[in-house]
Protein backbone atom coordinates (compact mmCIF):
# COMPACT_ATOMS: atom_id res chain seq x y z
CA UNK A 1 0.00 0.00 0.00
CA UNK A 2 1.98 3.19 -1.01
CA UNK A 3 1.49 5.68 1.75
CA UNK A 4 2.88 9.62 1.42
CA UNK A 5 2.90 11.40 4.21
CA UNK A 6 3.24 15.04 4.19
CA UNK A 7 4.85 17.47 7.33
CA UNK A 8 5.47 20.64 8.09
CA UNK A 9 3.14 22.79 7.39
CA UNK A 10 1.53 25.71 9.33
CA UNK A 11 1.12 29.14 10.08
CA UNK A 12 3.68 31.77 9.41
CA UNK A 13 3.74 35.41 8.77
CA UNK A 14 4.94 36.91 5.11
CA UNK A 15 8.46 36.86 4.24
CA UNK A 16 8.91 33.88 6.36
CA UNK A 17 9.68 30.41 5.39
CA UNK A 18 8.61 26.73 5.53
CA UNK A 19 9.81 23.21 4.82
CA UNK A 20 7.48 20.64 3.67
CA UNK A 21 8.91 17.47 3.73
CA UNK A 22 6.76 14.03 2.24
CA UNK A 23 7.79 10.34 3.68
CA UNK A 24 7.06 7.55 0.86
CA UNK A 25 6.62 4.27 1.58
CA UNK A 26 4.80 1.08 -0.36
CA UNK A 27 6.66 1.89 -3.57
CA UNK A 28 9.44 2.12 -5.02
CA UNK A 29 10.71 6.03 -4.70
CA UNK A 30 13.82 5.93 -7.11
CA UNK A 31 11.26 5.26 -9.83
CA UNK A 32 9.14 8.69 -9.33
CA UNK A 33 9.39 11.69 -10.30
CA UNK A 34 7.74 13.56 -7.04
CA UNK A 35 5.84 16.82 -7.11
CA UNK A 36 3.86 18.93 -4.91
CA UNK A 37 0.29 20.58 -5.51
CA UNK A 38 -1.26 23.03 -4.01
CA UNK A 39 -4.98 23.58 -3.41
CA UNK A 40 -6.31 26.84 -2.50
CA UNK A 41 -9.88 27.85 -1.64
CA UNK A 42 -12.27 28.24 -4.65
CA UNK A 43 -9.46 27.29 -6.52
CA UNK A 44 -8.40 24.96 -8.75
CA UNK A 45 -5.79 22.59 -7.52
CA UNK A 46 -1.95 23.42 -9.51
CA UNK A 47 1.42 22.20 -9.66
CA UNK A 48 4.18 24.02 -7.50
CA UNK A 49 6.75 21.83 -8.23
CA UNK A 50 8.37 18.63 -9.78
CA UNK A 51 11.26 16.72 -9.34
CA UNK A 52 12.52 13.85 -11.63
CA UNK A 53 13.88 10.59 -10.06
CA UNK A 54 17.19 11.34 -10.56
CA UNK A 55 16.68 14.84 -9.29
CA UNK A 56 18.23 16.46 -12.01
CA UNK A 57 15.31 17.71 -13.79
CA UNK A 58 12.99 20.39 -12.14
CA UNK A 59 9.94 22.14 -12.84
CA UNK A 60 8.66 25.15 -10.69
CA UNK A 61 5.44 27.07 -11.51
CA UNK A 62 5.73 30.74 -12.31
CA UNK A 63 4.39 32.06 -8.90
CA UNK A 64 7.07 30.32 -7.41
CA UNK A 65 9.92 30.31 -8.97
CA UNK A 66 12.75 31.90 -7.26
CA UNK A 67 11.37 30.94 -3.85
CA UNK A 68 10.81 27.91 -3.60
CA UNK A 69 13.06 24.55 -3.98
CA UNK A 70 12.28 21.18 -4.54
CA UNK A 71 14.33 18.50 -3.46
CA UNK A 72 15.02 14.57 -3.07
CA UNK A 73 16.41 11.82 -0.75
CA UNK A 74 16.16 9.17 -2.32
CA UNK A 75 18.06 7.02 0.67
CA UNK A 76 14.96 8.11 3.04
CA UNK A 77 12.25 8.09 0.63
CA UNK A 78 11.51 11.57 1.25
CA UNK A 79 10.65 14.56 -0.83
CA UNK A 80 11.01 18.44 0.57
CA UNK A 81 9.62 21.51 -0.57
CA UNK A 82 11.56 24.33 0.74
CA UNK A 83 9.64 27.98 0.75
CA UNK A 84 10.87 30.94 1.22
CA UNK A 85 9.88 34.65 1.10
CA UNK A 86 5.92 33.66 1.83
CA UNK A 87 3.16 35.76 0.44
CA UNK A 88 -0.25 35.36 1.50
CA UNK A 89 -1.52 34.20 -1.80
CA UNK A 90 0.72 31.00 -1.36
CA UNK A 91 -1.92 29.99 1.59
CA UNK A 92 -3.20 26.49 0.35
CA UNK A 93 -3.17 23.37 1.16
CA UNK A 94 -0.28 21.67 -0.33
CA UNK A 95 0.01 18.08 -1.48
CA UNK A 96 2.80 15.74 -2.38
CA UNK A 97 2.64 12.87 -5.08
CA UNK A 98 4.24 10.47 -7.04
CA UNK A 99 4.10 10.34 -11.09
CA UNK A 100 5.19 10.25 -14.01
CA UNK A 101 7.26 12.60 -16.74
CA UNK A 102 5.50 12.37 -19.77
CA UNK A 103 5.85 14.12 -23.17
CA UNK A 104 3.25 16.58 -21.97
CA UNK A 105 4.27 17.01 -18.90
CA UNK A 106 3.72 15.13 -15.15
CA UNK A 107 1.20 12.62 -14.04
CA UNK A 108 0.38 12.45 -10.43
CA UNK A 109 -0.23 8.56 -9.81
CA UNK A 110 -0.65 8.61 -5.55
CA UNK A 111 -1.43 11.36 -3.54
CA UNK A 112 -0.61 12.65 0.12
CA UNK A 113 -3.54 13.92 2.26
CA UNK A 114 -2.20 17.52 2.57
CA UNK A 115 -0.73 19.56 5.02
CA UNK A 116 -2.19 23.31 5.42
CA UNK A 117 0.16 26.27 4.98
CA UNK A 118 -1.31 29.67 5.98
CA UNK A 119 0.28 32.62 5.45
CA UNK A 120 -0.36 36.10 7.13
CA UNK A 121 0.33 39.59 5.98
Known amino acids: QVQLVESGGGLVQAGGSLRLSCAAS????????MGWFRQAPGKERELVAR????????YYANSVKGRFTISRDNAKNTVYLQMNSLKPEDTAVYYC??????????????WGQGTQVTVSS
Open 26 to 33: GLTFRSYA
Open 51 to 58: ISWSGVST
Open 97 to 110: NAGRLVVAGYIPDY
